[in-house]
């Protein structure tokens, strides 16, 4: 295989590309001379193999309903097995358009309006928009920041608890924090779900995005997982795909799995077919050759990025162990949040992510994507230590 050119810069702009287009609507920073650190997708092509699967389809040129899903499900449960070994059964997978769908329906699927949702705080910020929209409370859990790195507290969590909640929607590896959760704290997870009697959504999107020195555990594998666990598992984040929309909710018990299947149905849910090629052709040994390279290339990006910032007092990111994105700390500026933000936006001319829309504990964060040729995170570094010089 030909290593991919993660240097190469492509132009991104009036590509209706979301992360550029809207983030001078979004963030007040022009597309003209700014960067965009903010939405997690990254400036980077897919494996050629994807590319061939699209221009395959294109020069046939009918796009009619797919069928025969037996080389989509087998590049998934090959995938799982090679990687994280994990032996998924092929007709345990469901199809959504998407992870926060696939969320959006476990919520839809596994309890009712007025019921409660546990997540552990700060998490990824479309879960509560969707969470909200169904009807349905949130009980934000706080994670404790112990030396720099995010843990959790049970007792706390236990004493939260009323009896309301139905489900807990985990973010493994954590987004935004960045942790990879160790099989121990795993177990603590699913031990805390049995005690009150919570059903499990756990989104494991950035499964491959783990960074040397770390290993990935799916829920699926910590015993006792099977009877109350939906796996939620994509390969947009992976390969740089999310405009496809595809992802899937992997569900081993079968109670569970007739509810979802249900709601799938009453929702008239069918696949998305450019989608399940792009899978197919994605989840392949070309595929897992780019991936490893890729996350040499994040690791690389990181340490620049991580001394870069280490450099302004009072400011620190969060180790990273899995995902492509730096959760960056300023509460020891004496700053206020929105005092920083002004001059990551207008002096640095950065579009990042806001901490407080991860909900509690993420106040005093921004989270910026490291998913860019190293010119541009060498350019935010330098940026950076210019907005805040009169901190050094």
């Known amino acids: 295989m030909t290593l991919p050119d993660f240097d190469q810069i492509i132009e991104r702009r009036g590509t209706h590309s979301a992360k550029w287009d809207k983030m001078e609507l979004v963030s007040g920073v022009s597309p003209d001379d700014g960067l965009p650190m903010w939405v997690a997708d990254m400036d980077f092509r897919p494996p050629q193999s994807v590319i061939d699967s699209v221009r395959a389809q294109a020069d046939h040129g ?35 358009h998407g992870l926060v769908n696939g969320t959006a329906m476990c919520v839809e699927a596994f309890s009712d309006p007025g019921d409660a949702v546990v997540m552990f705080t700060p998490i990824y910020h479309a879960f509560f928009r969707v969470i909200h929209a169904a009807g349905r409370e949130i009980v934000e859990c706080p994670m404790t920041l ?188 004496g700053m206020s949040p929105a005092e920083v933000a002004r001059r990551i936006s207008q002096d640095a001319r950065i579009a990042v992510n806001a901490g407080d829309s991860f909900g509690a504990g993420g106040t005093s964060f921004q989270r910026f994507n490291l998913a860019t040729p190293r010119a541009r995170i060498v350019e935010a570094v330098e940026r950076m230590q210019s907005a805040f010089a009169d901190l050094q």
């Not at 080389?71 to 998924?88: K, N, P, S």
């Not at 595929?287 to 390279?293: I, L, P, Q, S």
Request: glycine share 10%; charged share 20%; proline share 4%.
């Open 62 to 96: 009918i796009f009619g309903y797919f069928g025969d899903d037996s080389d989509y499900l087998g590049a998934i449960t090959w995938w799982m097995q090679a990687r994280h070994g994990w032996t998924v059964d092929p007709e345990h997978i469901f199809s959504t």
């Open 146 to 333: 112990d030396q720099g790195r995010y843990t959790l507290d049970f007792a706390a969590y236990d004493a939260q608890m009323s009896g309301r909640e139905k489900l807990l929607v985990l973010c493994s590896p954590h987004n935004p924090g960045g942790r990879v959760w160790s099989r121990e704290e795993l177990g603590d997870i699913l031990d805390f779900a049995r005690r009150h009697d919570l059903i499990v959504v756990s989104d494991e999107i950035h499964h491959d995005l783990v960074l040397p020195g770390h290993t990935h555990t799916p829920m699926a594998l910590i015993p006792g997982a099977e009877e109350r666990v939906a796996m939620m598992t994509a390969s947009t984040k992976t390969f740089n795909l999310a405009g496809m929309h595809t992802g899937n909710v992997i569900i081993a018990d079968p109670e569970l799995r007739r509810r979802f299947e249900a709601k799938m149905m009453a929702l008239g849910i069918s696949p998305n077919g450019f989608g399940k090629h792009m899978v197919t052709a994605a989840y392949s040994r070309e595929g897992a050759d780019w991936v490893d390279a890729l996350m040499s290339y994040i690791d690389g990006n990181r340490r620049i990025f991580d001394d870069g910032i280490a450099a302004i007092p009072g400011v620190s990111s969060m180790p990273l162990e899995g995902t492509y994105l730096a959760w960056v700390d300023f509460a020891n500026t």
